[in-house]
């Protein structure tokens, strides 16, 4: 997708009906069958410093889409650092972030997919909703929605990054406090217990084992296997 949308300017999207192609971090599969929710859209930033941090404000943004309205409050939705969407322990939907450096700004697409009426594999959005007897949403509904989020949060991300977002990010994610282990290397088995503080303030995840040693995993080198809390290095 990047190599189509380079040159456009901020603001346009691309929807999809499914998606058999699509891949999300370090080239991994991701199939988007009918139901799902798959759009992607262009954005601009000359601020390469805050560029790592575009991939959290996107999961909030999607994680607000639906809890911020009063009626669909209590819909358990979670973000899995650094991009994905969880709901009851699944996985149903993920951000992808790719960027250029073009004529002195950066360039970005934002790939997303999520499960809107696809029960399977996983679960969606709307067996969450029916659940609760609610009434459903529509994948145009739940665009649109997201849309006016990011046209509300994205020129408050421009003029004063990630800041003002932070709390919001960390309220509605699966680690804080959470044990796991860092595998540092496989083949030698040398791993750690540390325990997930935050975000670092260069986007990487911060955690401290319990010498307090601090250690700043990088989104983009690192795998976080939620289902046995342990962080690798990608292959």
């Not at 069958?33 to 943004?61: M, N």
């Not at 819909?75 to 450096?101: E, M, R, T, V």
């Not at 949060?153 to 044990?179: A, T, V």
């Not at 260069?202 to 601090?214: I, M, T």
């Amino acid at each position: 997708m990047m190599e189509h949308c380079t040159g456009f300017e901020q603001g346009l999207v691309f929807v999809a009906d499914s998606q058999t192609k699509g891949r999300g971090r370090g080239n991994n599969a991701w199939f988007s069958p009918w139901g799902c929710l798959t759009f992607s859209f262009k954005a601009c930033t000359t601020d390469g410093v805050t560029l790592p941090f575009l991939q959290y404000l996107v999961s909030l943004a999607v994680i607000k889409t639906i809890k911020d309205d009063p009626v669909y409050s209590e819909i358990n939705l979670k973000i899995k650092w650094p991009n994905d969407i969880y709901a009851n322990g699944k996985k149903i939907g993920g951000i992808l972030c790719q960027s250029n450096f073009l004529n002195g700004y950066f360039d970005i697409v934002i790939g997303i997919g999520l499960n809107v009426w696809n029960s399977e594999p996983t679960t969606c959005i709307n067996q969450l909703i029916r659940e609760r007897g609610l009434k459903e949403l529509s994948r145009e509904e739940i665009l649109a929605r997201f849309l006016e989020k990011m046209e509300e949060m994205y020129p408050i991300f421009l003029r004063d990054g990630f800041q003002p977002f932070i709390e919001g990010y960390l309220s509605h994610w699966l680690h804080s406090g959470q044990k796991v282990t860092l595998l540092e290397d496989k083949q030698l088995n040398i791993r750690r217990e540390v325990y997930v503080q935050g975000i670092a303030d260069n986007g990487s995840l911060l955690a401290r084992d319990e010498h307090g040693n601090e250690y700043q995993l990088v989104p983009d080198t690192n795998s976080f296997d939620i289902e046995n809390l342990v962080i690798h290095k990608k292959k």
